[in-house]
């Protein structure tokens, strides 16, 4: 596990977050949670987060229910330098 934050961690309303791992190559999983079930996107909001690396984009979102898992990186093959998770709530 590279990092968990307890709920309400991101609860400031219109604030860009962005944390920087340094991150081995590997599979990670990526889980959101929300304690209201609407997601971060389009309801009450325009919130979404990004996980990218040194080459793009590797997953975004923000529709979501309660929970959604986004699985990213694999075992073999380039190492991973760094990995940014960008969240906008």
Known sequence: MLDKKDAGFY????TFHTTDY??????YSFVINDTWGDGICCGYGSGAYKITDDEGVV???????SSKTELF?????????????KNQF
Do not use: K, M, Q, Y
């Open 59 to 65: 997953v975004e979102g923000g529709s979501f229910g």
């Open 22 to 27: 340094c991150a081995t190559d590997a599979e």
């Open 73 to 85: 990186g694999s075992c073999g093959g380039t190492p991973v330098c760094s990995h940014a998770i």
């Open 11 to 14: 609860s400031d309303t219109n």
